[in-house]
């Protein structure tokens, strides 16, 4: 794991309180350092990425750059971000270490970037936490494991859909997608 950089993804729920994550975990001392230290000095109006926490003082380790993909519509949107996706987060990233997704002695050595979708909707503080928490830890593993398979990809390209498009025709012809 030392020269790796993971990639990983993740959505869990649906509807406005579902959780899309996407990780990125890498060396302090690799592109992921790099990008976790550009990321925190450089905020954008709207995106400011900050550093997720178990508690007050208690950063999670790895240490993880929370950084939003939406920007905060409305002061409640923005307790969402801060609160629950935030505690998510930083809990799901705990469950990887446990579970051995993420080996102790990276904890030190590793830095996380979190890309967190709440969505400007949301309203289940309670729902909004679990979501993230399972999207968390399932972007890790998924990221360790190199998922999702080729094959898999190859497959789904027939059918390509997410919560907010379904093509009206799922199955392109031969021709069209060989070109």
């Known amino acids: 794991m030392a020269s790796t950089l993971q990639l990983g993804e993740s959505f869990v729920g649906d509807g406005v309180n579902a959780a899309h994550i996407n990780t990125v975990l890498g060396h302090r001392e690799g592109p992921a350092g790099t990008a976790w230290a550009t990321a925190l000095a450089g905020p954008t109006q709207g995106h400011v990425p900050f550093v997720a926490v178990l508690r007050p003082s208690l950063p999670v380790k790895p240490l993880t750059l929370f950084v939003t993909k939406a920007a905060p519509a409305s002061d409640e949107h923005g307790l969402l971000i801060w609160g629950p996706a935030q505690a998510g987060v930083a809990a799901g990233v705990a469950d990887a270490v446990a579970d051995g997704v993420i080996p102790p002695e990276a904890t030190d050595t590793h830095a996380l970037i979190a890309a967190v979708w709440v969505n400007p909707g949301a309203d289940d503080a309670e729902v909004v936490y679990r979501n993230n928490r399972e999207a968390t830890r399932t ?3 998924n ?10 990809v190859l497959e ?12 009206a025709s799922a199955t392109p012809s031969k021709d069209t997608h060989d070109r």
């Open 156 to 167: 789904a390209r027939h059918a390509p859909h997410n919560p907010f498009f379904t093509p």
């Open 143 to 152: 990221g360790a494991a190199s998922l999702p398979e080729l094959g898999d």
């Open 139 to 141: 972007a890790l593993a």
